[in-house]
């Protein structure tokens, strides 16, 4: 899984300013290890075929590729879509 550099915080404006996508990486970026954690309890339950549906940055989708697991990753936020394709581009075991 890659790592993303952390952001600086935004000023707050009382305004919502940050994307969904800069929300779920500063989620990972605070709780590093949650996301393996919980995909640990459910890998042994999955086939060589996994469909992530509501994907968003591609968090399991990564961890699924990195077992060698055929990913079909699917979101729905715009930014989400364009963050997945950015990073499995070129990669064939997963379809965004």
Request: aromatic share 6%.
């Amino acid at each position: 899984m890659s790592h993303r550099p952390p952001r600086p915080a935004a000023a707050n404006t009382g305004k919502h300013e940050s994307s969904l996508p800069e929300a779920l990486s500063d989620i990972e970026q605070s709780m590093p290890g949650f996301g393996r954690w919980l995909y640990g309890t459910v890998r042994q339950h999955l086939g060589e075929r996994v469909v992530d549906a509501g994907a968003g940055i591609g968090t399991y989708t990564s961890l699924l590729v990195e077992d060698g697991t055929t990913v079909a990753s699917g979101e729905y936020v715009p930014g989400c879509v364009e963050e997945l394709r950015q990073e499995f581009a070129g990669r064939p075991r997963v379809a965004v």
